[in-house]
């Protein structure tokens, strides 16, 4: 694995921030996926020294060297595809149609095609292309995998306890000894729907574990609205997103001249070749901090009014829709489950009408140097809407001496934990007309317009 | 996000299956296949290791739960994971296009677990997610690789039997050639 350490897009590593924009709101938040990377692998052989202890023990089974080594290596491997500024550029790949703005994907094709793939030959001919399977696959349907992908994978045990460490925050700590210690194997029955399929073997947690697994649920919902969904954060992320959005089309249309980067920068090149690995490969944050002095002396007034935002932080301004929603439309005091569930179904489907009416408004001034900027995400506590509630996807607690199960079955903390949302937009400073725009939708979605009744 | 009226979209389906309609993953991949199909392409979906899944779907189905324009019964089942039945009520949408519900109706029908194997080895072959100079360009080699737990006792063939189904129906675009 010292190997695989040494080599280019292993090191590329170091020039990717774990949290992206977030050193903007959190100063000590400059850790970058190089060390998360070496944090996970560590951790992932402490999840696999579980995982051996419980297959010598049970003497009918033989723990296999192979396939520990190859999902040890999916661990150290696992970020190598992240782009600049990670989930921020994945966002823009998905709007500009970019297959390789997907970090899965560039991983998977680096794993096993570059010199990723060559440090991993003396481990044997398939190996390269067994790490990048584990990748791929995302699935916890092996017990060596599940060190890799699951509710208690080395990747969330690294991320939360880093990200909290270089932050600051003093909520989201878990007690990973504790967790670690308690870690058992279990076998759980999988299916679809009504319908039985097979069993596996995973990761569960033993009966001495209970709190500290509600309160490692509560810690990493928490990261979200204290840290991942920060506002400031979210709209330097979004800032970012416009810009890429307006560059990659100009540099298609051979208008490269107005964006102010030579025709032969990096991020030129993946705009004009975006389907190829090495192009890709070539991004990182580095590359576009080292590129923003030349977009703020764009000739297009988007790109350099945007390029100047990230470089001098001067952020839009943001306004919290969902909040105000919720402030409008208040909660009786004592109310029931179904009210409560009901009155979020209602912010939802108002937040989403607001949105659909800023976009239109947005698309009615393109070019503007001053968009208004939409920003909306989820995160459930603990995942309720996956695919079939299987209890592959849910953290699993032993009680007694029987099997273990969904720990939602158990605690009513996590059982009754609701969904963080946000709906935002962000408003240059100065934009007045973009402010009383806002002010009008939102106000005819409270006050009941005949077209957006529910 | 979907669009405007997702939550619309997405009960409307459980009265084009007929009223009613049992689990997320059927919900899910009859969806999926439906769009595949050429009926629409309202949800975007990505791969998780259940399958093709849109967040966007499932949303906007519990969106139209808690408005109360489905309603969503969960039960658990006997392997211990749980399941959802969705049935109509008076303000579920009806259904618009018949060949549209035709289609869904006999996706429906179709076991989940059978009904996952055949949307993923759909969305493998879409995507190319899957070597085909070493599985002879067929998808169904990686979906049992992905899902060894779930190809056994004859699944794999009740998958391959039920996408051929879909695959007779007449459709406003002919499902991926791939059984």
């Not at chain 1, 439309?329 to 937040?351: Q, S």
């Given at each position: 694995m010292w190997q695989v350490i040494q080599t280019p897009p292993f090191q590329r590593l170091r020039r990717i921030r774990q949290l992206g924009f977030s050193e903007f709101v959190f100063p000590g938040a400059t850790h970058t996926r190089f060390a998360h990377s070496i944090g996970v692998f560590h951790v992932a052989r402490q999840l696999m020294r579980v995982i051996e202890r419980h297959i010598r023990a049970a003497g009918n089974l033989r723990y296999r060297d192979s396939s520990a080594h190859i999902a040890l290596a999916a661990a150290l491997v696992h970020d190598v595809g992240h782009g600049m500024f990670s989930h921020a550029f994945e966002e823009i790949g998905g709007k500009l149609h970019l297959p390789l703005a997907h970090h899965e994907t560039v991983s998977e094709r680096l794993i096993r095609d570059s010199e990723l793939s060559e440090a991993m030959r003396p481990l044997g001919s398939g190996f390269a292309n067994d790490v990048a399977a584990v990748i791929k696959g995302g699935k916890p349907g092996d017990l060596y995998h599940s060190v890799v992908s699951s509710q208690f994978d080395a990747d969330r045990l690294d991320y939360m306890q880093r990200d909290r460490l270089m932050t600051g925050v003093e909520s989201s700590r878990i007690d990973a000894t504790w967790l670690s210690a308690n870690l058992e194997v279990a076998s759980v029955n999988t299916g679809a729907d009504e319908m039985a399929a097979g069993s596996v073997e995973t990761l569960a947690l033993g009966p001495k574990a209970f709190q500290v697994a509600e309160s490692y649920v509560l810690s990493l919902f928490q990261l979200y609205p204290n840290v991942y969904f920060h506002k400031a954060t979210r709209a330097a992320e979004k800032v970012f997103a416009a810009l890429m959005l307006r560059l990659v089309p100009l540099v298609r249309q051979g208008d490269v001249r107005r964006t102010g980067l030579p025709v032969n920068h990096p991020i030129c090149r993946f705009a004009k070749e975006p389907n190829r690995l090495d192009r890709a490969s070539a991004l990182d944050d580095s590359v576009f901090w080292g590129a923003v002095p030349q977009l703020m002396d764009a000739k297009d007034a988007v790109i350099a009014r945007l390029a100047r935002c990230l470089w001098h932080r001067e952020l839009p301004k943001c306004f919290d829709i969902r909040l105000r929603l919720e402030h409008d439309?208040?909660?009786?005091?004592?109310?029931?489950?179904?009210?409560?569930?009901?009155?979020?179904?209602?912010?939802?489907?108002?937040?989403r009408q607001i949105v659909v009416r800023i976009e239109a408004w947005s698309a009615e001034r393109p070019g503007s140097t001053s968009p208004v900027l939409i920003d909306q995400a989820a995160r459930q506590p603990y995942k309720k809407i996956q695919d079939s509630r299987s209890l592959l996807n849910q953290i699993l607690i032993r009680q007694g001496p029987g099997d273990p199960v969904d720990m939602a079955e158990v605690s009513p903390v996590v059982a009754s934990a609701e969904t963080f949302e946000v709906c935002r937009a962000y408003i240059f400073d100065g934009d007045s007309e973009s402010n009383v725009m806002l002010e009008n939708i939102i106000g005819t979605n409270i006050k009941g317009d005949p077209?957006?009744?529910l | 996000m979907s669009g405007y009226?997702?939550?619309?979209?997405a009960a409307r389906v459980v009265n084009e299956a007929g009223g009613m309609l049992v689990g997320r993953t059927r919900l899910q991949k009859v969806v999926y296949l439906a769009q595949l199909a050429g009926y629409g392409d309202e949800f975007p979906f990505e791969y998780k290791h259940y399958g093709p899944f849109s967040e966007d779907l499932a949303g906007d189905m519990e969106i139209a739960a808690g408005l109360g324009m489905v309603r969503e019964e969960e039960r658990r089942a006997d392997w211990g994971g749980r399941y959802s039945i969705y049935t109509a009520t008076e303000r579920t949408p009806s259904s618009e296009d018949p060949a549209r519900s035709a289609f869904i109706q006999a996706a429906a029908q179709i076991d989940p677990v059978a009904l996952e194997l055949a949307a993923t080895a759909a969305f493998l072959h879409e995507n190319g997610w899957y070597d085909r100079e070493k599985d002879g360009?067929?998808?169904?080699?990686?979906?049992?690789?992905?899902?060894?737990?779930?190809?056994g006792n004859g699944q794999l063939e009740r998958a391959k039997a039920g996408y051929k189904i879909l695959m007779a129906l007449k459709t406003p675009r002919q499902l991926p050639h791939i059984v």
């Open positions: 439309l208040p909660l009786r005091a004592h109310a029931t489950v179904a009210e409560r569930t009901l009155r979020n179904a209602e912010i939802r489907e108002r937040c077209d957006v009744r | 009226d997702g939550h619309m979209r360009d067929d998808p169904w080699v990686e979906t049992a690789r992905r899902k060894p737990d779930k190809v």
